[in-house]
C-alpha cells in the first residue's frame, strides 16, 4: 500500500473513528517544539517516522505516537507551519485532535484551521 494511501486511511480514522467529534484545530497549538523547523527536524532524525509528500505538503507519520503531521510547502499562504493530529485520551473518551504551530500572520494561521476543519488530509 502506498505511503499516501495510508496517510489518508490513518487521517480518515482520527476524524471518523472516534464516538466523540474532533475539536476544533487551536492556531499556534501545542506540537512539542518551539518552531515548525525543530519539529521537522527532531521528527526526520526519529526513527521510524515515514515522509510523504500530499498536494505539496510534506506528512509525516509516526506510528510511536501515534500522529500525523503536516508540514506547508514553500509557496503556501501558511509556510512555515506545522500541523499535528493525533489522538487524546482523557476522562470523556477519546478525541481526535488537530494542533497547529503557525509562524505566519493570524489571518492566514485561520484560513488553515478553517481549511482543516473536517479534512483527512493536506488542504488546498
Given amino acids: 500500500m ?16 472516534l464516538s466523540a467529534e474532533p475539536t476544533a484545530a487551536q ?14 527536524e527532531a521528527l526526520r532524525a526519529k526513527q521510524g517516522v515515514i515522509f510523504s509528500t500530499a498536494k505539496g505538503w510534506t ?4 506510528d510511536a505516537e501515534p500522529a500525523v503531521w503536516l508540514f506547508a510547502p514553500s509557496g503556501d499562504p501558511a509556510y512555515p507551519t506545522a500541523v499535528k493530529r493525533h489522538i ?3 476522562a470523556d473518551g477519546s478525541h481526535a485532535v488537530t494542533d ?4 505566519v ?6 484560513e488553515l484551521a478553517r481549511q482543516l476543519e473536517g479534512a483527512t488530509g493536506p488542504p488546498r
Avoid: F, M, W
Wanted: proline fraction near 4%.
Fill in 2 to 17: 502506498r505511503i499516501g494511501a495510508i496517510t489518508a486511511i490513518l487521517l480518515g480514522s482520527l476524524s471518523a473513528s
Fill in 27 to 40: 492556531p499556534s497549538g501545542g506540537i512539542g517544539y518551539p518552531s515548525v523547523q525543530a519539529a521537522l
Fill in 59 to 62: 506528512v509525516a507519520k509516526d
Fill in 88 to 90: 487524546s485520551n482523557d
Fill in 100 to 103: 497547529i504551530h503557525c509562524e
Fill in 105 to 110: 500572520a493570524r489571518a492566514a494561521c485561520d
